[in-house]
């Protein structure tokens, strides 16, 4: 019977859940914020990241087959008016840069005193000042003046006539793209002069797919507008755009493709694996809905506490459908049974088998946010609600879809037929098993490749175009980046002149080969101060400056120049001459890297050095990291290499200890918690031994092995040990149906990784390939080595049940060793602390000969096999109202007895006359009506002289201990009033019953508890 209208409620409920939980997320498409923040390396790789401009910067690549400058600078100008009038970017080209060179030339020039330092004067300075080369020079300016390379030069020969600006400019080289690259008619060219690189900045941030779109359009038509055009013949004008924009559109549409084709391939896949497990096919198919309601529902409540969600995250939308169709699938299973059943019941076996196994993943999933892996967080905490909802739908709502159910019309179904004969291959699978294990173990050795280009996976097109970029202008990835961040221009420039120091001393020892500090140009008052002392004392040295000004007069009149040519440049060699220190002018920021933060108020800076022979990552970040924060590709690398290492380490340290702990709780039997440990630590070397046999090392998406194997795939082998333990016959048909489901739920789990493991993304493919190698190990683990061994296990413990121990408590205790844990745990705590195994030795006195003991309301068994232990040939015949304590009770008992469910005053199928019937602390459950008719049957069954055992509960005269407080509150929730009776009611009542009161006494230990034994004394017509 099915609720169909209900089912169709909850079904457009889950549609509305899912589209309101989509609807309120933003899907975030950037990867790279995935990385940890913790570390000093990663955290200052991500700032520099958020803030240098060429992190959202568009770079253009106009590119010609044969030199021609002005068709490349015409083909720039149209592409950046193109830009500017497309509203998406807030700057574009470097026009304004090509135009601030010659301001920033001047200033230097004026500016000499204060720019060199005693070392670059004696080095760089003293060549350029001797006659010859003065002489020299001078006739080569002379000669400029008349060409195209003197435009602008005359300007500076007053000021500069020795050129010592370009000294200082030279120092600007490592701002340049390229150091191959040169500025014409304001652009810039390579040093081939086939390209011209045209930049730009978008207003929106480079992850933005909306604006990314717009901006590829807007190329793609200047491009083809510019070859129409400007083009002629045999010269093909050509532009390569790159940036993140490109990156961030590939990312988009790649994981899109490969979402919905997971979705997809994964539900149609898990639903075909269903059509051939159920005997009715489309009671198989609704397994999904728990899925579905389940990642519908977490992403409603995500959605709630987030206002984002990663694309990676949906991505493995379809890895967790095949997670979460696990409880519905063993739900239906057991419903779909050849005969009659109940949701309830359904329920019942399902959630005593898997609520452990959904503890497990649960926690796993959550562990994963101590990765210190923002994305990974996300996934956690996401799966493991896509987990509890779908647990919580199966038992709550799917018992009200399916109430009942028929039985099922008989249908071969090969399937289960596969699944028995492999989860009954025995000691040679076991063995078979092992040997795999031992040989991928030589294999095992965790391999770790960090790489930031395999966070994102881009097209064919979008390589190709960066490979060019690197090609003609250099890679940015070589170079060192500092990001300091300051109040003001004045502590920029202070906090320049402190580097600019180490960094000179550094390219003296070979650690860095190049760096440009604002400070070459614009010195702090220090610096300044320093180098206009060491300018004073240079030219004052041996009459430098009056051979300088005698050179250079001679050479200004051989060449034509008045006498007060050069009377500018003159007077900065006046010791008298004292420059202030210049502050830098904001128009100056783009160009030498300093800009405003956008943030919060202040400003920041970014300086670039290029790494020498001696360079070492560790000791760069501990001399400059202290006031500025930095970057090296390399070591960055490297770093984050190791916080995986050790990030991959702290995890499966974590989680197996955790479920480890978590399995030893809920058994409270270590054989048991170790042969459930087995499949996944099989699983963890195979999957290991595996991966590197195929030559993929583990990468940032391995992280999630430790998760997917003891969070997931322990799961297989929890359902496994706990229907063994449960049901004990591994051809029992709820075993069968378990085993089923477990292997229902790996192959789902499979197909939903196996598809990702061939999605176009990367980091998908990475993710699907691990924890499908990962799961598929689980299960082989599972159904291969853990029958022969459970078998063994159980069988053996059973044979040494009557041996193990000495005394009748260790004997009873064992009885209970391989049960669930808390009736296990039950006994052990009422064999220490119930006086009734104190008591019941006096009670049992007047009858030495016990050999068919009755046991009604037996519980979980714990004073009936006490007696089994007393009388070595008894047999027990038991009745509880609970099924779960009649199965318990039924394997503690073993083949000594029979316990059967019913409710008082029903009584056992006795085949001979009773010689004992217990009653204990269960009377006052029962109104006097049923207690007398269960009395009347004790009597009748009993023989001879046999003996009505009944320990009760009174209610005491004074204040109620706290144990007979809570079996109140217990007796009045589950059975709605308890019945307390006296001493003098309860022989009354077993007077009339026809017994003779031989005992009547309060425990020793308990005054609210009542002992009170009757003798059944009759005639030889009175037995029945």
């Known amino acids: 019977m099915i609720r169909y209208r209900l089912l169709f409620i909850c079904c457009l409920l889950i549609s509305v859940l899912g589209a309101l939980g989509l609807w309120r997320l933003e899907i975030d498409t950037d990867v790279i914020r995935s990385l940890p923040s913790g570390d000093r390396v990663i955290s200052d790789g991500l700032a520099v990241f958020e803030h240098h401009p060429v992190h959202d910067q568009i770079a253009v690549d106009i590119a010609v087959k044969r030199e021609d400058p002005d068709a490349l600078v015409a083909a720039g100008s149209f592409l950046e008016k193109k830009m500017r009038e497309s509203g998406l970017f807030s700057r574009v080209g470097t026009g304004a840069v090509s135009?601030?060179?010659?301001?920033?030339?001047?200033?230097?020039?004026?500016?000499?005193?204060?720019?060199?330092?005693?070392?670059?004067l004696e080095e760089e300075v003293k060549p350029l000042i001797t006659?010859?080369?003065?002489?020299?020079?001078?006739?080569?300016?002379?000669?400029?003046?008349?060409?195209?390379?003197?435009?602008?030069?005359?300007?500076?020969?007053?000021?500069?006539?020795?050129g010592l600006k370009d000294l200082i400019l030279a120092r600007m080289a490592p701002l340049?793209?390229?150091?191959?690259?040169?500025?014409?008619?304001?652009?810039?060219?390579?040093?081939?002069g086939l390209h011209l690189l045209?930049?730009?900045?978008?207003?929106?941030?480079?992850?933005?797919?909306?604006?990314?779109?717009?901006?590829?359009?807007?190329?793609?038509?200047?491009?083809?507008?510019?070859?129409?055009?400007?083009?002629?013949?045999?010269?093909?004008?050509?532009?390569?755009?790159?940036?993140g924009y490109?990156?961030?559109?590939?990312?988009?549409?790649?994981?899109?493709?490969d979402v919905q084709l997971a979705l997809v391939l994964a539900t149609a896949g898990i639903g075909l694996l269903l059509l051939f497990a159920f005997s009715r096919p489309l009671i198989g198919l609704l397994s999904l809905v728990p899925a579905f309601a389940g990642v519908a529902a977490a992403l409603f409540v995500y959605s709630l506490f987030h206002p984002s969600i990663s694309i990676m995250v949906l991505g493995f939308g379809g890895g967790i459908?095949?997670?979460?169709?696990?409880?519905?699938?063993?739900?239906?299973?057991?419903?779909?049974?050849?005969?009659?059943?109940?949701?309830?019941?359904a329920s019942t076996e399902v959630r005593a088998v898997g609520i452990m196994a959904v503890i497990t993943s649960i926690g796993a999933f959550l562990i994963l946010g101590f990765s210190g892996f923002p994305i990974f967080t996300e996934l956690g905490q996401f799966t493991a609600l896509g987990i509890f909802f779908s647990f919580i739908f199966v038992h709550s709502v799917f018992p009200k879809i399916f109430p009942v159910m028929v039985q099922s019309r008989g249908r071969s179904l090969p399937l289960r037929g596969l699944v028995n004969r492999l989860y009954g291959c025995g000691w040679r699978g076991a063995i078979l098993a092992a040997a795999v294990g031992f040989v991928l173990l030589l294999f095992a050795r965790p391999q770790f490749l960090v790489s930031l280009s395999s966070m994102n996976t881009v097209s064919q097109q979008t390589l190709a175009a960066d490979a060019l970029f690197t090609r003609v202008w250099g890679n940015i990835s070589e170079r060192i980046f500092m990001l300091n961040f300051a109040d003001s221009v004045d502590e920029i420039q202070q906090n320049n002149d402190l580097i600019m120091a180490k960094i000179e001393q550094d390219i003296k020892k070979n650690i860095l080969t190049s760096g440009f500090v604002p400070s070459m140009i614009f010195p702090g008052k220090e610096r300044g101060s320093q180098n206009l002392s060491a300018w004073r004392d240079f030219w004052a040295e041996g009459g430098r400056r009056q051979q300088v000004v005698a050179a250079l007069q001679a050479a200004g009149l051989q060449y034509g120049f008045t006498a007060d040519a050069f009377a500018d440049f003159m007077s900065l060699l006046d010791p008298s001459f004292t420059p202030a220190s210049p502050s830098i002018p904001s128009r100056y920021y783009s160009l030498l890297g300093i800009s405003e933060n956008e943030k919060e108020p202040g400003l920041l800076q970014f300086i670039t050095v290029q790494p020498g022979e001696k360079y070492d990552g560790d000791s760069f970040l501990n001399r400059y990291g202290k006031n500025n924060r930095i970057f090296d590709a390399d070591f960055f690398t490297e770093r984050l290499a190791d916080i995986l290492f050790s990030t991959f380490v702290t995890m499966f340290k974590i989680i197996v200890v955790s479920v480890s702990l978590l399995l030893f709780f809920f058994y409270f039997n270590l054989p048991l918690t170790l042969l459930t440990l087995l499949p996944p630590f099989f699983a963890y070397i195979c999957t290991l031994g595996t991966l590197n046999i195929i030559g993929h090392p583990l990468d940032i998406p391995a992280l999630m092995l430790s998760i997917i194997v003891f969070g997931m795939g322990v799961d297989y082998s929890i359902f496994c040990v706990r229907a063994h333990q449960r049901y004990r016959e591994i051809n029992h048909s709820s075993y069968i149906q378990v085993r089923v489901a477990v292997f229902m739920a790996g192959g789902s789990t499979l197909v939903?990784?196996?598809?990702?493991?061939?999605?176009?993304?990367?980091?998908?493919?990475?993710?699907?390939?691990?924890?499908?190698?990962?799961?598929?190990?689980?299960?082989?683990?599972?159904?291969?080595?853990?029958?022969?061994?459970?078998?063994?296990?159980?069988?053996?413990?059973?044979?040494?049940?009557?041996?193990?121990a000495k005394s009748d408590i260790a004997r009873i205790r064992h009885r209970f060793k391989t049960v669930e844990a808390y009736p296990k745990m039950f006994a052990r705590f009422k064999l220490q602390f119930d006086p009734m195994f104190d008591d019941l030795p006096g009670m049992l006195a007047l009858k030495k000969d016990i050999r068919t003991i009755v046991d009604i309301g037996c519980g979980y068994g714990v004073p009936a096999c006490w007696c089994l232990e007393q009388y070595s040939e008894a047999e027990l015949f038991a009745v509880d109202p609970d099924p779960e304590r009649v199965?318990?009770?039924?394997?503690?008992?073993?083949?000594?007895?029979?316990?059967?469910?019913?409710?008082?005053?029903?009584?056992?199928?006795?085949?001979?006359?009773?010689?004992?019937?217990?009653?204990?602390?269960?009377?006052?459950?029962?109104?006097?009506?049923?207690?007398?008719?269960?009395?009347?049957?004790?009597?009748?069954?009993?023989?001879?002289?046999?003996?009505?055992?009944?320990?009760?509960?009174?209610?005491?005269?004074?204040?109620?201990?706290?144990?007979?407080?809570?079996?109140?509150?217990?007796?009045?929730?589950?059975?709605?009033?308890?019945?307390?009776?006296?001493?003098?009611?309860?022989?009354?009542?077993?007077?009339?019953?026809?017994?003779?009161?031989?005992?009547?006494?309060?425990?020793?230990?308990?005054?609210?508890?009542?002992?009170?034994?009757?003798?059944?004394?009759?005639?030889?017509?009175?037995?029945?």
């Open 887 to 1024: 199965r318990l009770a039924s394997l503690v008992v073993g083949d000594r007895g029979t316990v059967t469910a019913g409710w008082a005053p029903d009584f056992p199928s006795v085949p001979k006359p009773a010689d004992l019937v217990l009653l204990l602390d269960m009377l006052h459950y029962l109104d006097d009506e049923t207690v007398t008719a269960l009395l009347e049957k004790s009597f009748t069954f009993l023989v001879d002289g046999g003996l009505l055992v009944t320990r009760f509960v009174i209610e005491p005269d004074g204040s109620p201990s706290w144990s007979w407080r809570l079996e109140d509150w217990r007796v009045r929730s589950s059975c709605g009033y308890p019945r307390y009776r006296s001493s003098k009611r309860m022989a009354e009542l077993l007077e009339n019953s026809g017994f003779h009161i031989s005992l009547n006494e309060v425990s020793p230990a308990n005054g609210e508890l009542v002992w009170m034994v009757g003798l059944a004394v009759k005639g030889e017509g009175d037995v029945e």
């Open 752 to 804: 939903g990784f196996g598809v990702l493991s061939v999605a176009e993304h990367s980091l998908l493919r990475s993710i699907g390939l691990t924890s499908f190698l990962g799961i598929g190990y689980s299960l082989l683990g599972t159904f291969l080595l853990l029958p022969p061994l459970l078998e063994y296990y159980f069988s053996n413990d059973n044979r040494k049940t009557g041996t193990v």
């Open 131 to 162: 006659t010859e080369y003065i002489s020299l020079h001078m006739g080569k300016v002379y000669q400029d003046l008349g060409t195209m390379a003197g435009i602008g030069q005359a300007a500076f020969i007053g000021i500069d006539p020795l």
């Open 99 to 120: 135009e601030l060179i010659p301001e920033l030339a001047l200033s230097a020039a004026r500016h000499l005193p204060l720019l060199f330092s005693r070392q670059e």
């Open 198 to 243: 045209v930049t730009a900045k978008p207003l929106a941030s480079g992850t933005d797919t909306g604006s990314a779109r717009a901006i590829s359009e807007l190329i793609s038509a200047a491009g083809r507008e510019i070859d129409d055009r400007l083009s002629s013949p045999g010269q093909q004008i050509l532009l390569t755009p790159v940036g």
């Open 176 to 192: 340049a793209p390229s150091l191959n690259s040169r500025f014409y008619r304001g652009s810039l060219l390579s040093a081939d």
């Open 321 to 345: 459908i095949s997670i979460t169709v696990d409880h519905g699938i063993a739900y239906l299973l057991f419903l779909d049974r050849a005969h009659r059943t109940s949701g309830k019941d």
């Open 246 to 257: 490109r990156a961030a559109l590939d990312n988009e549409k790649i994981i899109r493709h």
